[in-house]
Nanobody, 128 residues
Framework: QVQLVESGGGLVQAGGSLRLSCAASGRTFSTYAMGWFRQAPGKEREFVAAISRSAANIAYVDSVKGRFTISRDNARNTAHLQMNSLKPEDTAVYYC?????????????????????WGQGTQVTVSS
């Protein structure tokens, strides 16, 4: 079992920044890849970013490249999503997730069904 708790969401003006954190507990943090997803009202859950177990492989959806940075600290059992230059279209509930479907260096999965555990989500609202 893995428990994930997100924090750091809030209301920010367009162009602003937020840093989301995901605190993990349960199984050893370095044994799973981490991903961030988001879901806006009336829309399907969307992949945002993911990082491999080693942190050597990282993937982003095109719409956030150059603005968002995913990271992980295996010693502190945490993952982060630094979000800069936020846009109103980034408004959504953001979820972190854990996947056991990859090896140490392999690219992290980008599909929701590859993730085994999910946090409860944190709301990010970007005003124009």
């Amino acid at each position: 079992q893995v428990q994930l708790v997100e924090s750091g969401g809030g209301l920010v003006q367009a162009g602003g920044s937020l840093r989301l954190s995901c605190a993990a507990s349960g199984r050893t943090f370095s044994t799973y890849a981490m991903g961030w997803f988001r879901q806006a009202p009336g829309k399907e859950r969307e992949f945002v970013a993911a990082i491999s177990r080693s942190a050597a492989n990282i993937a982003y959806v095109d719409s956030v490249k150059g603005r968002f940075t995913i990271s992980r600290d295996n010693a502190r059992n945490t993952a982060h999503l630094q979000m800069n230059s936020l846009k109103p279209e980034d408004t959504a509930v953001y979820y972190c997730a854990a996947s056991f479907a990859s090896s140490w260096y392999s690219p992290p999965p980008q599909l929701p069904h590859a993730y085994d555990y999910w946090g409860q989500g944190t709301q990010v609202t970007v005003s124009s």
